[in-house]
């Protein structure tokens, strides 16, 4: 089901960022107020995933530590988005920074059942090879000399 509902997301995603570019290369007699807001959180987000990635080059060994400045990072961005592209006029500040915080949580949520799914499917593969290979115990199997 989660597959499902991140593909639903990345497939929107995508297809609103798609549609928006088009009405403002091609279809530039149209006046579609949403396809600037589109590609405006587009471009948002590029900036939001690159300085993540910068971020997580820094992680601490405190995890609370670094989920504060990973939401107070996605908070600045959209305030300085919300600065230069007039956001606030329509959307109050306070919405921006709850938003990015329910987004970050969320998407840290998935992320870890992502993992914990992945480690489950890793050692299942593990004990499959463990089992073709010799069929007796871990502890057996570590005994044995590797040739």
Do not use: C
Request: hydrophobic share 50%; net charge positive.
């Amino acid at each position: 089901m989660k597959r499902i509902i991140t593909k639903l997301f990345t497939t929107t995603g995508i297809s609103i960022v798609v549609l928006s570019t088009i009405v403002r290369v091609f279809l530039t007699g149209y006046d579609l107020f949403f396809t600037h807001a589109v590609l405006q959180t587009f471009g948002a987000n590029i900036v939001i995933h690159t300085g993540l990635e910068l971020i997580r080059k820094l992680e601490s060994k405190y995890m609370a530590l670094d989920v504060f400045l990973d939401i107070a990072y996605v908070s600045t961005v959209l305030i300085v988005f919300g600065v230069v592209f007039d956001w606030f006029g329509i959307t109050p500040i306070w919405v921006l920074i709850l938003m990015a915080a329910t987004i970050y949580i969320v998407a840290f949520f998935l992320n870890m059942a992502r993992v914990k799914e992945d480690a489950a499917e890793i050692n299942k593969l593990l004990n499959k090879r463990n089992k073709q290979q010799g069929g007796g115990s871990e502890s057996e199997q570590a005994k044995q000399p590797i040739s």
